[in-house]
């Protein structure tokens, strides 16, 4: 894992590493990548992907309203609202 | 009369015989978590709602469930409407949810008082319980050692006796290493067989809620409360859920019990191995026979878990960016740096870890390598179990290849070190399949577990043989000894 | 040197659904900020998706109209990226089994009709607002429309101008409004697009780079967005430069695109299977009850208001052009018989009415009962067509009835010969000149007669009853 790929991982999971332990988690990332590496021995030609143990369809909801806002509750568990919005740093477009 | 200890048949029965009230027997729960503090058991206490309600179960003095009135501890991943939920975590260190999760309100509504919310690994990412923000939790047969993971909190609580039960999550293993690790019982059950509603996702596909407590009968107890399809849960079962406790005293002749051949456990501790084996010759006894049965990919679960969790669990916690909930990081200089740093400064270096790997193996370029490489093993392993079970009723395994270690001892240098514990336990979450773990024995002073596989469905059949198991046996009734605490 | 231009579009359209594609909050427009959220929408921790199956249908029945294959097994895939109006930090939407594949719809241009194939259209949920300007250093979030259903129809790149481009999204406008797919109210934002725009040499196969266009939601808007860009993108060929990649914003106060800036990192998406939802699957039982429902779309309805109604071709297609127009014509023909009449004034004074004011008919005081009544009037000879005119302003002014209006400002014809007679004698009488001179063949002085006896019936009077007694009393 080069410097630039572990750069490009932190920025679309939107973390950063702790240059003091960097080198480390780099080193374990590059652990880790080994031993899920390792299925590539396995023949799964033909085989579909198994996404989930439920090999069955989806139930779905009726279209019908059964609301369940709890408006202040939610802006409440903000780290910053008003009485209405959530509130971010200022996205400029 | 001390309440410690005591499964959940006997607090019923004190109950009934009103040698006890509810809330007497909440309050001694209290007491008792509140005795071994030390132990890191909990992260949030409900002393006030579970005392009233306690008393409006004395009150109404009827006895609807088998769990009425009895104390309950919940592991912190389950949302609870007013209480503290942090899955112990720095990110959520302040989330009050706004609901209760399905599994925990249907044992509630059952009559069962949650006094607290138990500590455990980070986002039940961790194998030790050593990844929570709220420090470790100790083993309550020795100090300083692990309690297993991630469920950690819970099965300490309940071996040391605080409470009888608590529920617990289980990904990879979660429920049945830490229940190996304190000496008690935990099932994890078919996926879909509990609602996954309100339970916060490590990985979604693999996470499932159940019971931990002294018994399987105990565990039979939860489950028949716990299990059912839940129309907010898509993913939740829509088939009947039978009595559990029903069939649980049915004579074992016949049980056609596999062993895999794929896990070599001469590689195992010998005094391991040698619990095994006696265990073997108990379940012979009782009228099982064994069958050895060839899982030829099972050995590829630890790397397939191990790019499935990861890649689901990068997405499902993209939801903690400070923005609505949980931590937010001061003084950003605009929305992607409160991102950044929020995350940065609310996860716990594992939770890192695991969401970078899980990014790297979603990322383009490497999904097909990784990801649904992964997936397609997977199926290779679930097939693997559809035929062994053609032949067999229940598998047969250590829960751990060990026993609970000491406090930093284990994955400090190598992650996959502490990834390799999950060796037995994984490849159920992998296929849905129901497990158990019940206590078998000691080694070195430290329980040992045994792991029994059901086919889709059969916890029915799982908790029968563990019950007969544990109606021939008393290493269930084993009790740590709680005087360093 | 000359260019050619490639263009694609990918069209937004909310659906019409009451709740949002994965909870069961409301989907309703214009509600207090933050209320029409429920656990789900707000993506708080440990909430679980369920599918709205009415998006299916809905997206089925567009998938039908355009000749698509529609596939029966549909997946939903998670994609990844963090934005502060995206609660759960992913979008649920199709990539690798869309609903919809394939299809095709024509386009409407001046001298010809353009057939523009469509790739696929997929359903997905849409994200909240972000309101910019109002709080000072703060973005506000709201997230009521979050998690409301969208289609994402996605063209080839077989538009050739900003007019194709109009006119394709008036056919995708016109299209899911007759289905009920969608209620197409542009300025609510139910129908947007994207629009990705190349320039090429002409005779040159490969395409130019593109730009993407964001969230443009006016035909007006599209036109000189495309434009705008069009003109930009020759001149940087021309200087020799190239053409960046980028998504950009139009900006309709300075008429001029401009790249966005929260888009400047380049994204991996990290799709994959949503593993909180399985597959939904349509069965063939469904899929018949979609096809026996099937509304009847805008060439369907011009036929028939040819066959059975006798209205010209001309007539037929203005009317059957817009839902609302169609609608509430079909519901005024169960109230008259004259149809030419009816469909006369719908293309004359009542279209005009609504551009004038740029509304909807469903969004005017008139319903299909009081036209039918005006037309009944007018067609019974209660009323002149002249009155007729004076009465609509009333009408479209107070909401009352034709009748009501007529007997509250005594607007009913004479049609009594006697009465007519009587007055026409006045007029003859009081102009000897003008008869005189009429008689010694000054033809056109007829229409001063008639004129003089709408004058003192203030119109009133019955024209034919006037002309033919006129020709009678001025042999």
């Known amino acids: 894992m080069d410097q630039e790929t572990v750069s490009t991982i932190c920025y679309l999971a939107r973390l950063e590493i702790d240059k003091n332990k960097s080198k480390k988690i780099i080193q374990d990332l590059e652990t880790i990548i080994e031993l899920i590496g390792s299925l590539q021995t396995i023949d799964t030609s033909s085989i579909d992907p198994l996404y989930s143990p439920l090999e069955m369809t989806a139930l779905t909801h009726e279209d019908i309203e059964n609301s369940d806002n709890k408006k202040e509750k939610f802006l409440e568990n903000a780290a910053l609202s008003n009485e209405d919005y959530f509130l971010v740093p200022r996205v400029v477009e | 009369m001390t309440i410690q200890f005591k499964s959940i048949t006997e607090l019923r029965a004190m109950l009934d015989t009103k040698s006890i009230s509810a809330s007497e027997l909440t309050q001694e729960s209290l007491q008792l978590a509140q005795k071994y503090k030390e132990l890191n058991c909990f992260v949030t206490m409900n002393e006030e709602l579970g005392a009233k309600n306690a008393n409006s179960i004395d009150l109404e003095n009827k006895t609807t469930s088998m769990l009425s009135g009895i104390p309950l501890a919940q592991k912190d991943l389950f949302c609870t409407e007013g209480l503290r939920t942090t899955c112990s975590s720095k990110i959520l260190s302040n989330f009050i949810p706004p609901y209760t999760a399905t599994a925990v309100k249907k044992l509630e509504d059952a009559g069962s008082i949650t006094i607290g919310k138990t500590n455990m690994d980070e986002f039940a990412m961790g194998s030790s319980n050593e990844t929570s923000f709220f420090g470790n939790v100790h083993n309550p047969w020795k100090k300083g050692y692990v309690p297993g993971g991630s469920s950690g909190g819970s099965a300490s609580a309940v071996s040391a006796g605080i409470v009888p039960a608590a529920t617990g999550t289980d990904t990879g293993g979660s429920i049945r290493q830490p229940a190996a690790h304190c000496g008690i019982t935990g099932l994890k059950p078919t996926y879909g067989r509990v609602s996954r509603w309100g339970m916060i996702a490590f990985a979604s596909s693999l996470d499932q809620a159940g019971p931990l407590a002294r018994t399987a009968e105990d565990c039979a107890i939860l489950l028949n409360e716990m299990s059912g399809h839940d129309s907010k849960d898509t993913t939740s079962l829509n088939s009947s859920v039978p009595d559990f406790l029903e069939n649980i005293n049915q004579p074992l002749d016949g049980l056609k019990i596999g062993i895999i051949k794929e896990f070599n456990l001469s590689d195992l501790d010998p005094e391991v191995q040698a619990r095994f084996e006696d265990s073997k010759k108990t379940y012979e006894k009782l009228g099982a026979h064994f069958v050895d049965v060839s899982l030829p990919n099972i050995s590829a679960s630890v790397p397939t878990y191990y790019s499935i969790a990861p890649a689901e669990c990068s997405s499902n916690l993209s939801r903690f960016d400070g923005v609505r909930f949980g931590y937010r990081a001061e003084d950003t200089d605009d929305l992607n740096d409160l991102y950044i740093k929020s995350r940065s400064e609310g996860f716990g270096d594992e939770v890192k870890r695991r969401v970078l790997i899980g990014t790297y193996a979603l990322s383009a370029g490497y999904y097909d390598a990784y990801y649904k490489k992964a997936q397609q093993v997977r199926r290779l392993i679930k097939n693997d179990f559809d035929h062994a079970f053609q032949s067999v009723d229940v598998l047969m395994t250590p829960t751990s290849p060990n026993t609970a270690f000491k406090f930093g001892s284990k994955g400090a240098q190598n992650p996959v070190e502490l990834y390799l514990e999950d060796l037995f336990t994984i490849s159920s979450n992998l296929a849905g399949l129901p497990a158990i773990s019940i206590p078998h024995g000691q080694v070195n002073s430290l329980p040992v577990g045994l792991q029994l596989i059901g086919n889709f469905l059969r916890e029915d059949q799982l908790l029968n043989a563990s019950h007969i198991f544990q109606q021939n046996s008393d290493f269930h009734l084993a009790q740590p000894n709680l005087e360093d605490f | ?475």
Request: one cysteine or more; a negative charge.
């Open chain 3, 1 to 475: 040197m000359s260019w050619e231009t490639v263009i694609g579009l990918e069209t937004h359209v909310q659906l019409s659904t009451k709740t949002k594609l994965f909870s069961r909050a409301s989907t309703a427009f214009g509600a207090s900020p933050n209320t029409n959220v429920n656990l789900i929408d707000c993506g708080l921790p440990g909430v679980l998706p369920s599918v709205n199956k009415e998006a299916f249908y809905k997206a089925i029945r567009f998938g039908m109209a355009v000749n698509a294959q529609i596939n029966q097994t549909s997946i939903f895939d998670r994609k990844n990226y963090f934005y502060a109006d995206l609660p759960k930090g992913y979008q649920i939407t199709q990539m690798d089994l869309p609903i919809v594949l394939g299809g095709s719809i024509d386009i409407q241009l001046e001298e010809s009709v353009k057939t523009i194939n469509i790739t696929r259209a997929h359903l997905e949920e849409d994200a909240g607002k972000s309101i910019h300007d109002e709080y000072d250093g703060f973005s506000a979030i709201d997230l009521n429309r979050a998690g409301t259903p969208l289609l994402e129809i996605v063209s080839e790149p077989e538009i050739s101008n900003a007019k194709e481009a109009v006119a394709y999204m008036k056919a995708m406008h016109q299209l899911v409004t007759y289905l009920d797919v969608s209620d197409g109210n542009m300025a609510q934002g139910s129908l947007r697009c994207d629009a990705n725009v190349s320039i090429r040499k002409k005779g040159v196969k490969e395409l130019g780079t593109r730009t993407e266009i964001k969230n443009i939601n006016s035909f007006k808007f599209i036109e000189k967005a495309i434009n705008f860009e069009i003109k930009r993108q020759i001149k940087i060929l021309e200087d020799g430069e190239k053409v960046t990649q980028e998504t950009r914003l139009y900006d309709s106060s300075k008429d001029e695109t401009r790249p966005m800036r929260s888009k400047e990192f380049a994204n991996d998406y990290r799709y994959f299977p949503e593993p909180d939802l399985l597959p939904v699957i349509i069965s063939d039982q469904e899929i018949q009850k979609i096809r026996d429902e099937f509304p009847e779309l805008p060439k369907e309805k011009e036929a028939r208001y040819q066959r059975e109604l006798g209205l010209s071709e001309y007539d037929s297609q203005i009317i059957s052009s817009s839902k609302s127009m169609a609608d509430f014509f079909d519901a005024s023909v169960e109230k008259t018989k004259n149809y030419p009449l009816l469909s006369n004034w719908l293309i004359g004074e009542i279209s005009a009415y609504l551009n004038k004011e740029q509304i909807e008919i469903h969004e005017s005081k008139l319903t299909a009962d009081k036209v039918a009544m005006l037309i009944n009037r007018i067609d019974d000879q209660t009323i002149s067509g002249k009155i007729g005119k004076s009465i609509f302003e009333e009408m479209c002014l107070s909401g009352c009835t034709p009748d009501e209006i007529i007997e509250s400002q005594g607007l009913k014809q004479i049609s009594d010969d006697g009465a007519i007679e009587e007055i026409i004698m006045t007029v003859i009488n009081e102009n000897p000149s003008q008869v005189e001179a009429y008689l010694g063949g000054k033809d056109k002085l007829f229409g001063f007669f008639v004129g003089q006896v709408m004058k003192l019936t203030e119109g009133k009077a019955n024209p034919k009853a006037v002309n033919s007694i006129l020709k009678e009393k001025l042999k």
